[in-house]
């Protein structure tokens, strides 16, 4: 019988972590401070927008659909904005965490005054952590991760997944961000997934949809990956594809565990925050 309790987990982050670099998918995932055993992260402000961002939009999903802006976005970003103001956000000075302040006022008006689907009728998938299931029950692997919003749609009865995206950027076509969710949400609630679509609320008013991935071909590829990391695991073996002298991603990281880093706080998780001298240094976690 598979054991949930001894399985290797994987997520979307963390198989992307360990796509970008092996190296700091161990930091980042596995790695554990000698001295506090806790797991380090390192603050930046892309990811604390994203985070501050999420935040009330998740808080949306548990409301009933008519009173879901009843209280101004603005002010339950202001409250969310509390917990990664200054330096536990990555900011290197008030003039910067400014810039992304307003970013995310910026982006929760857009989202007030065009809707859409989160005026609409949402589903959750309840359970005690995030939506998981078994990739494999063979290789002792679990599939886990949290949809940012499903859209119930009543003329099928069926559901449309939808990822909200605070950068910049649009999402890399060959991310498997979106094979992911659609094996999570097809795997942990009952309503066939019609379709999936981003929203880039930064300098979007409205979804871009994406072709969902053939089912079966998107468990094969995600479970490829995940048994490279369970393989990782067991030799105890995550190098740096690019040189000894480490990568954009896996460097930073290394330089907290050398001590060249200041810790600022603890997140959600309890990981230990910490920021580098030079806080544009370059982080791939960004929502």
């Not at 101004?72 to 992304?100: C, I, M, N, R």
């Not at 998938?125 to 679990?142: F, M």
């Amino acid at each position: 019988m598979p054991d949930k309790y001894t399985a290797v987990w994987v997520s979307h982050s963390s198989i992307s972590d360990f796509l970008k670099c092996p190296r700091g998918y161990y930091l980042n995932n596995v790695y554990k401070e000698p001295t506090t055993g806790k797991k380090i992260s390192l603050a930046n402000p892309p990811f604390s927008l994203g985070q501050a961002v999420h935040e009330v939009i998740e808080s949306l999903s548990v409301l009933p659909a008519d009173s879901r802006f009843k209280i101004p976005l603005s002010k339950k970003f202001e409250a969310a904005w509390k917990k990664v103001t200054g330096k536990p956000g990555g900011f290197k000075d008030p003039d910067q965490e400014q810039t992304y302040f307003k970013r995310g006022l910026d982006m929760l008006a857009r989202v007030t005054a065009n809707p859409g689907p989160l005026a609409n009728l949402a589903v959750k998938i309840k359970t005690e952590l995030n939506p998981h299931y078994w990739l494999s029950e063979e290789d002792n692997i679990i599939l886990n991760g949290k949809i940012d919003w499903l859209e119930y749609l009543p003329d099928t009865d069926s559901v449309h997944i939808i990822d909200f995206k605070t950068g910049k950027s649009d999402a890399d076509k060959q991310s498997l961000q979106l094979p992911i969710y659609y094996l999570l949400v097809s795997h942990t609630q009952s309503r066939p997934v019609a379709k999936a679509s981003y929203w880039y609320l930064d300098h979007s008013e409205t979804l871009t949809e994406r072709q969902l991935p053939d089912l079966q071909q998107a468990q094969d590829q995600v479970l490829n990956v995940a048994k490279k990391i369970k393989l990782a695991r067991q030799l105890e073996r995550f190098i740096c594809p690019q040189s000894d002298n480490g990568c954009a991603f896996c460097r930073p990281l290394e330089m907290i565990i050398h001590g060249q880093a200041e810790l600022v706080g603890q997140d959600s998780f309890g990981r230990n925050i910490y920021i580098l001298p030079d806080t544009d240094t370059p982080h791939a976690q960004i929502l």
